[in-house]
């Protein structure tokens, strides 16, 4: 067998750590712990949690107790120090005492939330980092409150909801959906039953943990009653209702929430405008709603009138997958058609190019190669894929490319419109394009007043 190499055996790995031995580890701890508080700190605690679960919690509400009584102000040079010693706590108490008692580990861990307004109050954070390990920490604080169970957990968790909304409504909010779905459920009923309804941050919570709960009417109950009018909030409603199954409440909020006509203003106009055109969340809520009533009919025109007004790709991908044979491919030639004829040019070749449908892109580009702009970031991309079986769809974007960047300025030092302008050529002799002086005047053009020449 080969001789381990003494370079491996140098490397810092747990592996080679216990090779030291108990004895020379131990010794290493005991130096680190005499030139450093933290550490110190950290092995009496791994200490404690040898003991037993109380003997941990002991330790750890010694230093929360420390951190909430210090009234010192906390430099910039000393925030760094700050917040190790505080993500050190928060996983002790979630790694350590929350794995062997959940109930005194989430006690803690609240505690732990709770040293935020003291700690806000006097360090000095411009990058607001301490904020940021308190946000990151809702994932935790959801694992341990639902390892703890709702019973336990609902009532600790609804009193620091009450104590301090603002800090408390952002925690549970953002970890929301890691909670277990009882302890959502038990939470959502804390807060809202025999309560009025639900406003500000409060409503933000509700609708977090009625989403974890499964609760649709408690989620719509928390939006007020003037917003349910709205286009885009009365179309997500009408969207989860028509999911639900529930195809009536869906349309009586999908149709509440039409777009109306501006009203006539005394100040000249006699006439009311037409209404706007609903947002796109709106006509995908009414397919929903169509689905929902069983008119397939009416679902699949909503589904092409969309498709046709953004060029969204996921209704017409939906409509294509409810077709037989033959049918899709029909549908296909039609939706290709409409983007290649899009008013906003460059859009339906972006539509083209992602779909992919490279054929009609090559064809699209060369028909309309005026109303394409070049100043489109996906530009060279789309080139370089139409090179190799579209060359005169390609030779087309690398011209407009160079032009808008002449046009713009954009170029670095004009190094990527020279290396436009080798690849245009080579293109068209490879084609046999005879348009290459004719670019080359209308680069000239384009550089007009800086006078940059291209010849």
């Known amino acids: ?228 009018g709205k286009p885009e909030i009365g179309a997500e409603i009408a969207r989860r209702l028509a999911e639900a199954g529930r195809a009536g409440e869906a349309r009586a909020a999908l149709e509440a929430s039409r777009p109306r006509p501006v009203e006539a203003s005394r100040w000249g106009r006699r006439e009311p405008e037409p209404p706007p055109p609903p947002p796109e969340n709106w006509l995908t809520a009414e397919i929903a709603v169509l689905e929902a009533e069983g008119d397939a009919k009416g679902a699949s025109d909503a589904r092409w009138m969309l498709f046709e007004r953004t060029l969204a790709e996921a209704p017409l991908r939906a409509e294509i997958a409810k077709l037989a044979d033959f049918e899709d491919v029909v549908a296909l030639d039609r939706a290709f058609a409409h983007a290649a004829a899009y008013p906003d040019a460059t859009a339906g070749l972006r539509f083209l190019m992602t779909w992919p449908a490279l054929r009609e892109a090559g064809e699209m580009v060369v028909v309309r190669a005026g109303d394409l702009r070049g100043s489109a970031d996906e530009v060279p991309l789309w080139a370089s894929r139409l090179e190799g079986r579209h060359p005169a769809a390609a030779l087309v974007l690398l011209r407009a490319r160079a032009v808008a960047l002449t046009r713009l300025a954009l170029s670095r030092g004009g190094e990527e419109i020279e290396h436009l302008v080798q690849q245009a050529a080579a293109l068209a002799a490879q084609t046999g394009d005879d348009g290459q002086d004719g670019f080359l005047l209308a680069l000239e053009e384009a550089a007009r007043p800086v006078r940059r020449g291209w010849r």
């Open 1 to 228: 067998m080969a001789k381990r190499p003494a370079t491996a055996k140098k490397t810092l790995s747990a592996a080679n750590l216990k090779a030291l031995g108990d004895a020379r580890l131990a010794d290493l701890l005991m130096e680190m712990a005499g030139e450093d508080a933290g550490w110190k700190r950290r092995l009496r605690m791994e200490l404690a949690a040898e003991v037993g679960a109380a003997d941990l919690a002991l330790e750890i509400d010694k230093r929360l107790n420390t951190l909430a009584g210090s009234r010192t102000r906390v430099s910039s040079r000393k925030r760094p120090e700050l917040l190790a010693d505080l993500a050190t706590v928060r996983r002790i108490i979630v790694d350590r005492l929350a794995a062997m008692d959940a109930r005194l580990g989430l006690d803690r861990l609240v505690a732990w939330f709770d040293l935020y307004p003291g700690l806000a109050a006097r360090v000095k954070d411009p990058k607001g980092e301490l904020a940021l390990l308190f946000d990151g920490s809702a994932t935790e604080l959801a694992a341990t409150a639902s390892l703890a169970g709702a019973e336990v957990a609902a009532p600790i968790l609804i009193e620091a909801l009450n104590t301090r909304l603002s800090e408390w409504g952002s925690w549970i909010g953002r970890g929301a959906a890691g909670l277990s779905r009882p302890l959502a459920q038990a939470l959502l009923l804390g807060i809202t039953q025999g309560r009025p309804r639900p406003t500000g941050r409060l409503a933000l919570v509700v609708r977090k943990l009625a989403d974890r709960a499964g609760d649709l009417d408690a989620w719509v109950s928390s939006l007020p009653e003037e917003d349910r």
